[in-house]
């Protein structure tokens, strides 16, 4: 093993500066906060990064007035034409500074540079040359001759993605002519208070984009204010339901981008060693931190013990650690918190009998980190096949016919993603059009564009983002 | 790993049969996956011994009509010393040349220790009686060949007809006697990542001790994703049999990043049990002076020009 060992090829870290405390951007300038300011924490090593400001009522009431100050004044009234320029322009400024947002995301979350440097920035500089284009052809969207944008838009965004859950946000709320205030999870605020200066460089007029950083508190206050006239919300179920339940009854329009438990559907004839690759590509990408992760894996029983074999073997290969290491494959978990919600769960797998695997692979001794895990023996009883886990743990379950595998695969509260295995199209076909799910992958997994709507069914949520649906959700018509 | 396993005594039909079984390949997810293993990043001390790897791998080719025992000769003493300034620097695995060459090459090389291989078998093209091709390998392993590169019937293969294939390639094996065996498959013709499975696993189940991507004079030549491919069919191979079968990519390899690259498919793919010149080779014939001229980078920490080392 030792014949072919690779060295360390850490990124340099010289790319970004980050500050020892930052503010609220509010009106196109950094503002102090009224709450008890926060740390950010490095999840590789478990350190403080930097203190961030929590916003307060004042504050939230603040950012909002400052959007829609900029909505009815600037950007509101502003043709397309010219609201495209402005997108364009921070799209080439994402690219052109996408080494250095790439090294912060990394670490600010957690994840390793490959994925922020070859997944997360191409895609965040791609949404907003997609909306730019957008812009001024909103007419044509299918949704009338004269949409009109809502107003100021709310929006709440969570760790895993930081910097492209942002873009998915942002980019078709201003093409649309609608201003925002952002709030990012608290552990993972920099990417987005790095965007603010992404907005100034771009000469973005004040108070058209806010980001209010804070937590759960702040993320409340902003969807119950009276002045916003849209909700948009990315995280959990829970926190999603409690949203709904604040918006219901007002003018407000919502849309909730929440939890999944997306089954990877393996027939026996499948290409094995690409299904195998994207089983691994389905629950380890991003640390299993994936909302439309594929963390049910449904095999044929007639492939299943060749198919779990040649899983393990593939995992083995996994290189788990330093998340700004150019070969790290999986990185660590965002927060201490999560970490003890991935124990809690995968202890709960074993005590309910399924058994549990995971490579042997030496963790780094400080900061978070959950070795990838395979369980098999899974029923769809226990709770690891049916709640959400947020990391890098898979559930394998079989099944023996096409019908089985739609029902085991449907039969979750869930309804984000799924994928399909086979050789065979018109069987992937038959299965596409009877799972109930936003996304369905056809030997393929967590591919995403930002022309492709994205978005779920049941307690996934609704609304769609991306793509020509993805506009509806921020235009009147 | 695998539950795949030849059936004994299959006819035409059989082992038809059993090729079409065999788990179909994905190209996207194929390319895909290769793409991915290409951005592992090689460095300083894993480099060095990567390079020193992959120069020991290296079966220094040249396969052209114009080819002379002259220029044989010097590449038989630029494979026994790569680099005449550095002595640390291995010797390649072994020199390849045209059947009617083979004897200049084994006397150049006599006390080396570095192999002989030939393409015998009508190559490139492989078009010629089975008898023509037989008497081709007899010739060169008589004159002291100690691997035989053969190419298949691509023809016969991609009509279908694996029983002729499968036929040829058992009886060069034997006409081979103790010389190596390595089946070139010309995946650039056989066009489908299906087909270059198929034919992996046709030629190991005939005898092959390597599987060989291409003869260099077709294009596409050697891919990473095809080549990842044919690793996946050798660890397939081993686990339903036990045999271990080598992989040769050649043709179109140049550079250091390249071979690294090949370096990285191996060690994840097939495993780091492949990483050995036995079991892992690169059909190439440039490919050497950029291998040198890296190493001699990261020996002293400056470029020197492609003329500080030998032409051939």
Redesign the interface.
């Known amino acids: 093993?030792d014949?072919?060992?690779?060295?360390?090829?850490p990124e340099s870290r010289d790319v970004v500066d980050i500050r020892p405390s930052y503010g609220l951007f509010v009106d196109g300038a950094f503002t102090d906060g009224g709450g008890e300011p926060f740390k950010t924490v490095e999840p590789a090593t478990g350190e403080a990064l930097a203190e961030v400001a929590s916003a307060d009522a004042a504050d939230v009431d603040r950012a909002v007035a400052a959007a829609r100050r900029a909505y009815e004044t600037v950007w509101g009234p502003m043709s397309g034409r010219d609201r495209a320029k402005y997108l364009f322009r921070i799209a080439r400024i994402l690219q052109e500074r996408s080494r250095e947002l790439a090294v912060l995301e990394s670490i600010d979350n957690g994840k390793p540079i490959?994925e922020s440097r070859?997944v997360d920035l191409p895609l965040v500089a791609a949404h907003f040359f997609y909306h730019a284009g957008w812009a001024d052809k909103l007419g044509h969207a299918g949704l009338g001759a004269d949409p009109r944008p809502l107003g100021v838009a709310a929006q709440v965004i969570p760790w895993n993605f930081p910097l492209l859950m942002l873009a998915w946000k942002i980019a078709p709320a201003l093409a649309c002519g609608n201003t925002v205030v952002l709030k990012p999870a608290e552990t993972t605020p920099l990417t987005a208070l790095a965007f603010a200066d992404v907005c100034r460089q771009a000469d973005l007029p004040p108070g058209v984009v806010n980001i209010i950083t804070g937590a759960g508190e702040t993320g409340r206050l902003l969807v119950a204010h009276d002045g916003v006239d849209k909700v948009a919300f990315t995280g959990s179920t829970e926190v999603g339901r409690e949203i709904a339940r604040t918006v219901a009854g007002t003018r407000k329009r919502l849309t909730l981008e929440l939890g999944g438990k997306a089954a990877n559907i393996v027939f026996d004839?499948?290409?094995?060693?690409?299904?195998v690759?994207?089983v691994v590509n389905g629950i380890f990408f991003n640390q299993g931190h994936v909302c439309c992760a594929g963390s049910r894996l449904l095999v044929q029983e007639t492939v299943a013990?060749?198919f779990l074999?040649?899983l393990k073997?593939r995992m083995a290969?996994l290189r788990v650690g330093d998340p700004l290491d150019?070969?790290t494959d999986v990185g660590a978990i965002n927060s201490a918190a999560q970490l003890a919600r991935i124990a809690d769960l995968a202890d709960a797998g074993e005590r309910e009998g399924a058994e549990r695997w995971s490579p042997p692979c030496d963790l780094p001794g400080r900061g978070y980190w959950f070795a990838p895990t395979l369980f098999t023996g899974v029923a769809q009883s226990h709770r690891i096949a049916s709640e959400e886990i947020f990391g890098p743990v898979l559930s394998a379950l079989t099944f023996r016919t096409p019908q089985e595998a739609v029902e085991k695969a449907n039969n979750t509260p869930y309804g984000l993603s799924a994928g399909v295995w086979s050789?065979k199209g018109s069987r992937t076909l038959w299965v596409a059009e009877r799972l109930r799910a936003g996304v369905v992958w056809a030997?393929?997994f967590n591919k995403f564009d930002p022309a492709a709507p994205f978005g779920g069914y049941k307690e996934s949520g609704h609304g769609r983002e991306g793509g020509r649906h993805g506009l509806e959700a921020y235009l009147e018509h | 790993?695998?539950?795949e396993t030849v059936p004994p005594g299959r006819g035409a039909a059989g082992l038809r049969a059993f090729l079409h079984g065999l788990?179909?390949?994905?190209r996207?997810?194929?390319d895909?996956?290769a793409a991915r293993l290409a951005?592992?990043?090689?460095?300083?001390?894993?480099?060095a011994?990567?390079i020193d790897?992959a120069i020991a791998m290296v079966d220094l080719t040249t396969l052209e009509g114009a080819d002379t025992p002259g220029k044989v000769r010097a590449l038989c003493a630029k494979a026994a010393r790569p680099d005449p300034e550095d002595r640390s620097v291995p010797p390649v695995a072994a020199v390849c040349v045209y059947s009617d060459l083979v004897g200049v090459a084994v006397e150049a090389l006599d006390g080396t220790g570095i192999g002989v291989a030939s393409v015998a078998t009508a190559f490139p093209s492989g078009r010629a009686p089975l008898d023509a091709k037989l008497a081709d390998v007899r010739a060169a392993v008589a004159a002291g060949a100690a691997e035989i590169d053969m190419v298949i019937d691509r023809g016969a293969f991609l009509s279908g007809d694996y029983a002729t294939v499968d036929a040829e390639i058992r009886a060069v094996r034997e006409a081979c006697g103790d010389a190596h065996l390595k089946v070139i498959l010309e995946t650039g013709e056989l066009a489908t990542y299906d087909n270059a499975r198929r034919a992996s696993w046709l030629a190991m189940d005939a005898g092959a001790d390597f599987i060989k991507t291409s003869t260099g004079k077709v294009s596409p030549a050697a891919t990473l994703p095809v080549t990842l491919v044919m690793l996946?069919a050798v660890r397939d191979y081993r686990a339903a049999t036990g045999r271990t079968v080598g992989v040769k990519p050649a043709g179109g390899i140049r550079t250091t990043k390249d071979a690294l690259k090949y370096?990285v498919l191996v060690?994840?793919t097939a495993g780091?049990d492949w990483?050995t010149p036995d079991l892992f080779r690169l059909g190439a014939s440039s490919l050497l002076n950029d291998l040198l001229m890296q190493r001699r980078k990261l020996t002293t920490g400056v470029y020197s020009g492609p003329d500080h080392f030998t032409l051939d």
């Open positions: 093993m014949l072919f060992a690779y060295a360390p090829a490959r070859d004839d499948a290409p094995l060693d690409q299904a690759e994207g013990g060749e074999d040649r073997a290969t150019k070969n050789e030997n393929t | 790993m695998s539950t788990p179909g390949v994905d996207v997810g194929a895909e996956r951005t592992r990043s090689i460095k300083t001390t894993a480099k011994q990567a790897l996946e370096l060690n994840e780091p990483l």
